[in-house]
């Protein structure tokens, strides 16, 4: 790949600022239009982020054409490409209309809701902020699938693995020389298995998924790494 996969984590890790900021938007009516406007250029960014970082490695155009048939057939999925184009290309909102009543302890707290425009019929009937939720679900759950199916080629820990390298028919001095160091930089003494070599690798020269944090918070999963299993 000629990017980085730390282009996508950005990508959603920004997307999920934007949600928390709608949800913290409380009695602010300007403000959640511009974290919601602001949150659905960032969701869209992500897919477009994928494409740009994926493209290019086998299978990943099929893979990813079943995902955009799931995302065509999801309503609120098109609802929020059709509110990019309206808020990019024409500058109007559909975040119109909300409520204000008080929560337990008697604090006030506001709801937002899609109100429909001409250039915008059909909104979903939910608050917003659980509309938003539900997409920002959705789109972690394919970049999760997208960590699992293309681990070798994003992920790292994965890359630097024994299985990978052999089936790319390299060694592990190939990846010792390939992160910058001489051959051999691993074999510490001669009781150093292979498996271990590996494991120091990976253990001093990669970082992981970061976006585990958000997969173990709204999809109650994350990606594993090689150690976590036995290599």
């Not at 938007?25 to 406007?37: E, H, K």
């Not at 020269?205 to 173990?216: I, K, P, S």
Request: with cysteine; proline share 3%; net charge neutral.
């Amino acid at each position: 790949m000629q990017r980085s996969i730390s282009i996508i984590e950005y990508k959603v890790r920004q997307a999920h600022f934007f949600l928390e900021k709608i949800a913290q938007a409380g009695l602010d009516f300007f403000a959640a239009q511009c974290f919601v406007d602001a949150f659905v250029i960032a969701t869209r960014s992500i897919t477009f982020s994928m494409q740009a970082v994926i493209s290019g490695v086998p299978e990943f155009d099929k893979w990813y054409e079943g995902k955009q048939a799931i995302l065509k057939k999801d309503t609120i999925s098109q609802f929020f490409n059709k509110y990019r184009t309206v808020s990019t290309h024409i500058g109007d909102t559909v975040v119109r209309s909300g409520s204000v009543g008080r929560d337990a302890s008697g604090r006030r707290i506001a709801e937002y809701y899609f109100t429909p425009i001409p250039d915008l019929p059909d909104i979903p009937g939910q608050d917003v902020l659980s509309v938003c939720k539900h997409h920002f679900k959705m789109l972690l759950e394919l970049v999760f699938d997208l960590f699992v199916a293309f681990r070798y080629q994003i992920d790292e820990r994965w890359y630097y693995t024994r299985e990978n390298f052999r089936r790319l028919g390299k060694t592990i001095e190939y990846a010792e020389q390939e992160l910058g160091f001489p051959r051999g930089w691993t074999d510490v003494s001669e009781a150093s298995s292979e498996p271990e070599r590996w494991a120091a690798l990976r253990r001093t020269q990669t970082v992981g998924c970061e976006l585990n944090a958000l997969f173990l918070q709204y999809l109650g999963k994350q990606v594993e790494g090689p150690d976590s299993n036995t290599e």
